[in-house]
């Protein structure tokens, strides 16, 4: 049994989808359902005898506290966060409270229920703590990739608020014993994934023929790690990891944001082509940058790759065309989520 929160997102919901598929046992799914959060994506599995949803807060101890005792879970996996850099710049108030007060709540909830477990239950228990590499900061072009050791160097309210969260996880481990893990991700795409960050704003923008948005130069670089490559590095760290380590994930696919844009573009290109023949590149927008703008990620994944036998499967030529097809199969999903708070958000971003 294994209680994952934020399991209604995008991360999050790929990971219940491919667990529960892969028939690993019991799920219990703890979701505010904030704007990022959907149900939708869960329909396939809503039913199963071995999964519960709950509607509620990371923070809310007496609800946490209370789904321990009754599930008796062997893990937390802890995926629930405000996750868009964005909404950070213009409102970082629900980031400090989810990622920041969020976390120690849920860690301390952890800490009661892992003092009341004994022999193997004990042993067994792990929680995981789905973190990111925009803790580390921002890397210079021929700087080498982030590796575990690199100093935590945060430099959005984002990216702040998860390094807060890490270090909470980390102290909870040496002072408390909790048993912990920590898992520091690239960028992640593939289905699912809320129209708000780049990959999905793309793919919608473009057919609805509306400005495909460049911050700045476009020249920044980003790792993109197809998401089931992702949950499988986290179900190898919940079940290889060593207690208290934390473990750097990539797709060793860097990339700058113009040729994602581009090639987003031309694949589109083939699969659904403009009606006037015109390439859908002819939408792309250079816009006001991001303040704060981190220039390059990478990811060192030497280390999960050494010590606990996981490589991605994708490359990003393979996983950019299922995500540009699961998009254009999916336009029922896409318009279910892009609510009228959807709407607000975009040209808040986006005309201001
Ligand atoms: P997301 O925004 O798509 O989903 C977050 C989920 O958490 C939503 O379902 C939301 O309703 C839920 N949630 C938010 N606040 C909550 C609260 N207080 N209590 C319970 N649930 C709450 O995010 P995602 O992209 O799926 O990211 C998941 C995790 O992975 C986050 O911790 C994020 O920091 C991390 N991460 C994301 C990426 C990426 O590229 N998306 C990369 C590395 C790490
Ligand atoms: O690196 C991991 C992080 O990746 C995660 O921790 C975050 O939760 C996730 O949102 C993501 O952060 P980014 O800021 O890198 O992702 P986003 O999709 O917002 O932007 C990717 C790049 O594209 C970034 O350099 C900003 C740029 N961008 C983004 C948007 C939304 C644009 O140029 N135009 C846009 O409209």
């Known amino acids: 049994m294994i209680l994952v929160t934020g399991g209604a997102g995008f991360i999050g919901g790929n990971f219940v989808l491919q667990a529960l598929q892969a028939n690993v046992g019991g799920l219990v799914n703890l979701d505010k359902l904030t704007y990022a959060g959907n149900l939708q994506t869960l329909q396939s599995i809503h039913h199963f005898p071995n999964y519960s949803f709950y509607q509620g807060d990371i923070g809310d101890k007496s609800l ?25 710049i213009h409102g970082p108030q629900d980031f400090i409270q989810t990622n920041i007060v969020g976390t120690f709540n849920l860690l301390e909830s952890a800490r009661l229920y892992f003092d009341t477990l004994e022999g193997s239950e004990k042993d067994h228990f792990r929680f995981l703590h789905v973190s990111t590499d925009e803790v580390y900061g921002t890397l210079e072009k021929s700087a080498p990739a982030f590796s575990e050791t690199n100093p935590y160097e945060p430099n959005s309210p984002y990216a702040a608020s998860k390094a807060a ?21 690239s960028n992640n795409y593939g289905p699912y994934q809320f129209p ?7 793919i919608n923008n473009a057919l609805k023929g509306k400005p495909l948005p460049i911050y700045g130069d476009g020249l920044q670089v980003r790792d993109w790690l197809y998401v089931t490559d992702h949950c499988e590095a986290i179900y190898t760290v919940l079940h290889k990891g060593k207690l208290g380590e934390t473990y750097n994930i990539g797709g060793n696919n860097e990339k700058t944001n113009i040729s994602v844009v581009q090639t ?10 403009r ?17 704060g703008h981190d220039r390059r990620y990478a990811i060192n994944a030497s280390k999960i790759a050494s010590e606990l036998g996981w490589k991605p499967k994708e490359t990003f030529e393979t996983g950019i065309c299922k995500t540009v097809q699961w998009y254009l199969d999916n336009q029922d999903w896409v318009e ?3 609510s009228g708070s ?7 971003q986006y005309t201001e």
């Open 196 to 202: 708000e960050k780049l990959i999905p704003l793309v």
């Open 165 to 185: 969260s890490d270090h909470l996880v980390r102290a909870w481990f040496h002072t408390y014993g909790l048993p912990v893990l920590t898992t520091n991700c």
């Open 342 to 348: 959807y709407r607000d958000w975009v040209s808040k």
């Open 264 to 273: 987003i573009c031309s694949i589109l290109d083939q699969l659904k082509p």
């Open 275 to 291: 009606s006037d023949q015109k390439s859908y590149a002819e939408q792309i927008t250079f816009v006001k940058d991001r303040p």
């Open 64 to 88: 946490v506290s209370k789904l321990l005792i009754q599930h008796r879970p062997s893990a937390i996996i802890n995926f629930a966060a405000e996750s868009h850099v964005d909404r950070s």
């Open 336 to 338: 279910g989520v892009v």
